[in-house]
């Protein structure tokens, strides 16, 4: 049998924030900041015959949380919908707060709890060495995945220590 040889040393590093990112209004603004602004100094490269940005989603993924209380403000359950935009999961929330019947058959009234509210976003990031890596960004973490030259996370860093949110 043949044996795996190792290619490539990938690295990853995770940053957990000290206070949770306060709403998706704050996490677009962080997130939209690093795609028009390329503080890591990504360049624009073509794969398989695709031209890419430098920075680009890869893939992001928004809950919202809707608790259902019945009379005595106790919970009678709870909802969760996931979505693959801010504006599908803001449609979807309420949709669910204005159905009706859906509150019949749970046996409450649907009350928003952002708070609970989960987001997830990450960015394909091609730096000028030719690395391609990734930034993901969650409402209480900062992950860097799939870089080798550590300068790649020292790059993320810096812009990070200037971002408020990302304390």
Request: charged share 20%; with cysteine.
């Amino acid at each position: 049998m043949a044996d795996f040889i190792e290619t490539t040393n990938t690295k990853s590093a995770t940053r957990e924030l000290a206070a949770s990112i306060a709403d998706v209004a704050t996490f677009q603004s962080i997130v939209q900041s690093v795609i028009n602004d390329n503080p890591f100094g990504c360049t624009s490269y073509t794969q398989s015959g695709v031209s890419h940005d430098g920075v680009e989603i890869n893939r992001e993924s928004y809950t919202a949380k809707i608790v259902f209380e019945d009379n005595a403000a106790e919970q009678a359950g709870i909802l969760s919908v996931k979505c693959s935009s801010v504006s599908s999961m803001s449609s979807a929330a309420g949709a669910i707060l204005a159905d009706a019947d859906l509150a019949v058959a749970v046996g409450g009234d649907p009350v928003r709890d952002a708070d609970s509210d989960t987001y997830s976003c990450q960015l394909k990031c091609h730096d000028a060495n030719g690395e391609t890596y990734y930034v993901t960004f969650s409402r209480d973490k900062v992950r860097v995945s799939s870089y080798e030259d550590d300068a790649i996370l020292a790059a993320v860093e810096t812009w990070a220590d200037t971002v408020t949110e990302l304390a």
